[in-house]
């Protein structure tokens, strides 16, 4: 996804690739499934490694685009074979012509992105009349987690603090369905769905390490940074418990 691995620790953006390379269109992408066909041209922004955009090849052509050099690398390694089009490209500025695409697709992309006014407004462009518009979203704010300690809250604003200096809202899903129809998209229709993308400890240590490489740099809020990095030391090495994402899926038509 576009720009996801800004802030990880050395070595952890290869870890996080693979966490991305295992999810699927089967369940990522299922709400998009009954708009595909033979004669659907899709593009996919934010591909990453690309293991959802391959399954999205029901559409008779498939253009994926992502900004991480690394995500197109591995993408185009692993999948050698496939039809999909890879390009390096930004949300922001797609290669493509006016009304060039029958669906617009982005999972787990918006609540990186700075400006999403202006990556709508691309899409917009993009899609011909009638087009669908179908994106997936995260939002933190209703993220389930059992035991939520106080050291779970602490070490997640820090989490939420890196996200947002780094341009990106970690709240996305919430604002994504208002926003869409700003954009001037009709029909616009949203499901919530939980789904259990990786443990509670998993989901400990991520954001552990997030911190503490946060914390390796020259970074303002060090004070409130290191205070949440002792809170997810301590998380991580606590009992295990029970971590549900929230995601937003968004289906609109232009």
């Given at each position: 996804m576009c720009g996801v691995l800004e802030g990880y620790a050395p070595g952890y953006a290869q870890d996080a690739i693979s966490m991305m390379a295992a999810r699927r269109a089967g369940d990522r992408a299922?709400?998009?499934?009954?708009?595909?066909?033979?004669?659907?041209?899709?593009?996919?922004?934010?591909?990453?490694?690309?293991?959802?955009?391959?399954?999205?090849?029901?559409?008779?052509?498939?253009?994926?685009v992502d900004t991480e050099p690394s995500q197109?690398?591995?993408?185009?390694?692993?999948?050698?074979?496939?039809k999909v089009e890879f390009l390096a490209a930004s949300a922001y500025a797609l290669p493509l012509a006016d009304s060039s695409v029958d669906v617009v697709?982005?999972?787990?992309?918006?609540?990186?992105?700075?400006?999403?006014?202006s990556a709508l407004a691309e899409f917009r462009r993009?899609?011909?009349?009638?087009?669908?518009?179908?994106?997936?979203?995260?939002?933190?704010?209703?993220?389930?987690?059992?035991?939520?300690?106080?050291?779970?809250?602490?070490?997640?604003?820090?989490?939420?603090?890196?996200?947002?200096?780094?341009?990106?809202?970690?709240?996305a899903g919430k604002h994504l369905p208002g926003r869409v129809q700003q954009a001037g998209f009709t029909d616009v229709r949203t499901h919530t769905r939980y789904r259990v993308d990786q443990s509670y400890k998993d989901?400990?240590?991520?954001?552990?390490?997030?911190?503490?490489?946060?914390?390796e740099q020259d970074t303002p809020d060090r004070d409130q940074l290191a205070s949440a990095a002792r809170s997810a030391w301590t998380w991580s090495r606590g009992p295990s418990g029970d971590f549900t994402?929230?995601?937003v899926e968004v289906l609109a038509t232009k």
């Amino acid at each position: 996804m576009c720009g996801v691995l800004e802030g990880y620790a050395p070595g952890y953006a290869q870890d996080a690739i693979s966490m991305m390379a295992a999810r699927r269109a089967g369940d990522r992408a299922a709400f998009v499934m009954p708009h595909l066909g033979p004669a659907v041209t899709l593009l996919d922004v934010g591909c990453g490694p690309g293991s959802i955009t391959t399954g999205l090849l029901p559409a008779g052509r498939v253009i994926a685009v992502d900004t991480e050099p690394s995500q197109l690398v591995y993408a185009r390694r692993k999948h050698p074979r496939s039809k999909v089009e890879f390009l390096a490209a930004s949300a922001y500025a797609l290669p493509l012509a006016d009304s060039s695409v029958d669906v617009v697709f982005a999972h787990a992309l918006f609540e990186h992105l700075s400006d999403p006014a202006s990556a709508l407004a691309e899409f917009r462009r993009v899609l011909r009349t009638g087009g669908t518009l179908a994106l997936s979203t995260s939002d933190w704010s209703r993220a389930k987690l059992r035991p939520k300690t106080a050291n779970v809250d602490a070490a997640l604003r820090g989490h939420y603090l890196l996200r947002r200096r780094a341009g990106g809202d970690p709240f996305a899903g919430k604002h994504l369905p208002g926003r869409v129809q700003q954009a001037g998209f009709t029909d616009v229709r949203t499901h919530t769905r939980y789904r259990v993308d990786q443990s509670y400890k998993d989901l400990a240590n991520y954001v552990e390490q997030r911190l503490i490489a946060a914390l390796e740099q020259d970074t303002p809020d060090r004070d409130q940074l290191a205070s949440a990095a002792r809170s997810a030391w301590t998380w991580s090495r606590g009992p295990s418990g029970d971590f549900t994402q929230c995601w937003v899926e968004v289906l609109a038509t232009k």
